[in-house]
């Protein structure tokens, strides 16, 4: 599959200076991500299918959820592609296109060791005078490696098409080999990206990075 990838970063960077991400504003923050198949005619699709409430996926769980933050970016999805001349058809019926908006808060832990270097060992040999000779009268200290763990959190919008029109592709062998072919993605991170005033604005700025995205007339 041939892909395309558009990056965008909200605001404009001007500052040159060592902290300038200090003074970043939100917008600033604010990261786009569009990525879709190349080799796909987006003028064939006519309709499409958008479910009224978001997924919310945390690691390997996945639920529906709909506060009024998602509400207004799912209407929004749907607007912008009521726009761009596609329809949307009731659950059940038959549609071209899938959408679906997805929540994504994930979090990690991992572990990492915190070895004590040679400079302890040096600073015991000689940090005291001679008293104590090489080492402490020719022993040295031993330190055991100490193990901190670390937590990441990575929480973004992810809206995604798949081509229900085509029906599904062959991926190979296996219990998945038939797949729906993912012919759109869009990824938004950054400050205040969840925030009520800021989600419409948000979804706009996704599909202006998104022009191809036009049903045939």
Known sequence: MAALIGLVVGGSLVSCRDNALDDLSVEDSQVFITNYDRSINFGQYRTYSLPDSVVVTSNDRAQPSLTLAERQVVNQVAQNLTNRGFQRVGRGEKADLGVAVIRVNNVYTGVTTNPY????????????????????????????????????????????????????????????????????????????????QSVNQIVNAVFNQAPYLQTGQ
């Open 117 to 196: 270097s040679n400079y302890y060992m040096n600073y015991w040999g000689g940090g005291f005078g001679p008293g104590f000779g090489p080492g402490l009268g020719g022993f040295y200290p031993y330190y055991q490696n100490y193990y901190s763990f670390y937590q990441v959190q990575e929480n973004y919008w992810l809206i995604e098409m798949v081509d229900l029109k085509n029906g599904p592709v062959s991926t190979g062998t296996g219990s998945n080999q038939n797949q729906l072919r993912v012919i759109f993605q869009a990824q938004v991170r950054g400050d205040g990206i969840f925030d009520e």
